[in-house]
């Protein structure tokens, strides 16, 4: 099995920073696209950011030139960079990663539980 785990949330006023981390760990033999996705309450969760194995991002709109991923292959690692930080990105942030446990097998979506972030005004 593989575990994703988050860090990094809490409560920010509005125009701060906060770094989100998540971790892989377990039966994990390689890791393709990683992401981040964030839930607010009432709404559908929406993908924040991607990368790829290879290093290439993508970004919701609403984000883009304020938020920006990155990752450690070798931590198994990825992060979520957040400035500028608006009262409108208050949600729960969820770690995404499609991970294969073995060269023979194919790979599986995995999630974490999600991290609180909380823009004041």
């Known amino acids: 099995q593989v575990q994703l785990v988050e860090s990094g949330g809490g409560l920010v006023q509005a125009g701060g920073s906060l770094r989100l981390s998540c971790a892989a760990s377990?039966?994990?033999?390689?890791?393709?696209?990683m992401g981040w996705y964030r839930q607010a309450p009432g709404k559908q969760r929406e993908l924040v950011a991607g990368i790829t194995s290879g290093g290439s991002a993508n970004y919701a709109d609403s984000v883009k030139g304020r938020f920006y991923i990155s990752r450690d292959n070798a931590k198994n690692a990825v992060y979520l960079q957040m400035n500028s930080l608006k009262p409108e990105d208050t949600a729960v942030y969820y770690c995404?990663?499609?991970?294969?446990?073995?060269?023979?097998?194919?790979?599986?979506?995995?999630w974490g539980k999600g991290t609180l972030v909380t823009v004041s005004s």
């Open positions: 377990g039966s994990i033999f390689s890791i393709n696209a």
């Open positions: 995404n990663a499609d991970v294969r446990s073995g060269s023979w097998l194919a790979f599986r979506n995995y």
